[in-house]
T-cell receptor
Framework: GAGVSQSPRYKVTKRGQDVALRCDPISGHVSLYWYRQALGQGPEFLTYFNYEAQQDKSGLPNDRFSAERPEGSISTLTIQRTEQRDSAMYRC?????????FGPGTRLTVL | GNSVTQMEGPVTLSEEAFLTINCTYTATGYPSLFWYVQYPGEGLQLLLKATKADDKGSNKGFEATYRKETTSFHLEKGSVQVSDSAVYFCALYMNTGFQKLVFGTGTRLLVSP
């Protein structure tokens, strides 16, 4: 079956622009997670949802970052007024329980 | 807080050598433990997991045993192949409270023929 998909795979933007990153989870998975991974580091938690409810957003670095999952399936991570320090790989994962299945990631570069 | 510490890489081995990548954790409670692998140009894939003390996870010739007494989950393989070259991440997950994966920094494995 289809795995987790993310789009776009690569995004280059200029500082100050807004970006929206999309995650399409595995069908039927209740939980959806967003992580950010800097070069040479492990993924770091940003936020997660059970169904459409955002359960924990403690990892979002500041109020320029937000996420939604309005119908309990597809999720969007939005970064407003991007800054160069936002450049990273953004990974989405979905889960039916404790095992998380990751998408290919979106590589964001802010110039 | 909860954290994972992995040995720094790169780990460089010849084909058919024995592999150990060390991983220790700090957690309040009893986490599930995971090893994820990232092959070049690909996303993270679950390699193996263990959910309670003394459990052994295994897959593709890799093994790791959940050791509560030493808070460790070391990854081992008896005979590595060139195709095992990748970055390996150890991670923990708490089923209550902080329901998220906490990753180590990753260990790059390079296997030469």
């Amino acid at each position: 079956g289809a795995g987790v998909s993310q789009s776009p795979r690569y995004k280059v933007t200029k500082r100050g622009q807004d970006v929206a990153l999309r995650c399409d989870p595995i069908s039927g998975h209740v939980s959806l997670y967003w992580y950010r991974q800097a070069l040479g580091q492990g993924p770091e938690f940003l936020t997660y949802f059970n169904y459409e409810a955002q359960q924990d957003k403690s990892g979002l670095p500041n109020d320029r970052f937000s996420a939604e999952r309005p119908e309990g399936s597809i999720s969007t991570l939005t970064i407003q007024r991007t800054e160069q320090r936002d450049s990273a790989m953004y990974r989405c994962a979905s889960s039916p329980g404790d095992e998380q299945f990751f998408g290919p990631g979106t590589r964001l570069t802010v110039l | 807080g909860n954290s994972v510490t992995q040995m720094e890489g790169p780990v460089t081995l010849s084909e058919e050598a024995f592999l150990t990548i060390n991983c220790t954790y700090t957690a309040t409670g009893y986490p599930s433990l995971f090893w994820y692998v990232q092959y070049p140009g690909e996303g993270l894939q679950l390699l193996l997991k263990a959910t309670k003390a003394d459990d052994k996870g295994s897959n593709k010739g890799f093994e790791a045993t959940y050791r509560k007494e030493t808070t460790s989950f070391h990854l081992e393989k008896g005979s590595v192949q060139v195709s095992d070259s990748a970055v390996y991440f150890c991670a923990l997950y708490m089923n209550t409270g902080f329901q998220k994966l906490v990753f180590g920094t990753g260990t790059r494995l390079l296997v030469s023929p």
